[in-house]
């Protein structure tokens, strides 16, 4: 049976990296993050390497992989580096053997559970799922994800698709590996009247306008819209979260390795770090706090789940959840 862990007691690594001062020319980023946050990391990597044009192409996960098979079958894909939701997504790229394996990135402080085991990609946050409320609608927060089945609570939730989000596929997929939840936990969602809608900037979009009370949501969404204002507020459910890591890679082809790898140093050091705990992310680095009115790292029960498992029945997943939820 799969057990929750802490984020406190995986074990660390350290491999000394080096940098390549002499990296230039252009880098194509594929990524899934925010367009205005990978705006920030774009400035703030060139303020350090001004020698190095960073290109984006920004969509969901989803997107994104069907865009780079296809570039594949047509012959080579554009991108440098891969910036994406979830390590499942990674690891079809790595079995596909699009892969470098970076084997000199500079890992000092992170986890070893968030490194890939043969270097070809890291985790550079950490981002959990977990129930999103609107403050003016509800008096008696959630505490456990089983509450959203109760009639009333079921009717006013909403949650993103895995078929659009890479961190809702991660999500399904990590809850219906539970004891106590699997496919009967969504069909009773489904049945008492839980929707989807696309990605997590629907759910927010929805509760934070009171058109829903609750909803399913990654933790920085919800988190930085209740810093701005907005009546939301997050819980960790008490049964534990799903987490992704945002994993960042390079792939075999890149005609520019030197400054992929300069890239993804600088993502995994100090200055990148600060700049996703001040963007609401937990940072991946031991000796850094999360942002503030976030728990401690160490104190997350995160969900197992086996992602070996998830890249099997990916489409199986979907095809289930668009079965109860539409398309």
């Known amino acids: 049976m799969l057990r929750p862990i802490t984020l406190g007691l995986l074990g660390m690594t350290a491999t000394a990296g080096f940098a390549h001062a002499d990296a230039t020319g252009t880098i194509t980023v594929y990524t899934s ?29 989803t997107e994104l992989m069907s865009k780079m098979q296809a570039e594949f079958a047509a012959g080579q894909s554009p991108a440098d580096v891969v910036l994406i939701a979830d390590a499942v997504a990674m690891t079809q790229l790595k079995n596909d053997d699009r892969l470098y394996a970076f084997e000199d990135a500079e ?25 999103i409320y609107n ?34 596929a991660i999500h399904v997929a990590t809850m219906v590996q539970q004891e106590g939840f699997g496919w ?30 609750y909803g399913i949501i990654v933790d920085y969404m919800a ?20 987490t992704i890591t945002q ?9 520019n390795i030197e400054a992929a ?16 705990v ?16 976030y728990p401690e790292p160490s104190t997350l029960t995160i969900l197992p789940a086996d992602p070996a498992v998830m890249l099997e029945e990916d489409q199986a997943l979907k095809m289930e959840f668009a079965d109860l939820f539409g398309g």
Not at 110 to 125: E, N, R, S, V
């Open 223 to 242: 988190l930085n819209a209740k810093k701005d204002g907005s009546p939301v507020d997050f819980v960790f459910p008490e049964e534990g979260v799903s």
């Open 184 to 213: 009967p936990y969504y069909e009773t969602l489904a049945d008492e009247g839980a929707v989807a809608g696309q990605g997590n900037g629907t759910v927010l979009e929805a509760v934070a306008r009171g058109e829903k009370a």
């Open 247 to 255: 994993p960042i890679a390079i792939l075999q082809a890149s005609d």
């Open 33 to 61: 993050q925010p367009s205005d946050q990978m705006a920030a990391v774009v400035e703030a990597f060139n303020a350090d390497h001004p020698e190095v044009t960073v290109e984006i192409f920004r969509s969901g996960t």
């Open 261 to 276: 790898e300069l890239f993804v140093n600088w993502q995994l050091g100090q200055a990148a770090q600060e700049q996703s």
């Open 135 to 168: 403050t003016d609608k509800v008096a008696t927060p959630p505490t456990s994800w089983h509450d959203l089945e109760t009639p009333e609570i079921a009717a006013e939730t909403i949650m993103p698709s895995p078929l659009y989000s890479g961190a809702a």
């Open 107 to 131: 890992t000092d402080g992170i986890p070893a559970a968030l490194i890939d085991p043969d270097h070809t990609f890291f985790g550079t946050k950490l981002l959990t799922t977990g129930i």
């Open 278 to 293: 001040a963007q609401g992310y937990f940072p991946v680095r031991a000796d850094m706090s999360a942002p503030e009115g």
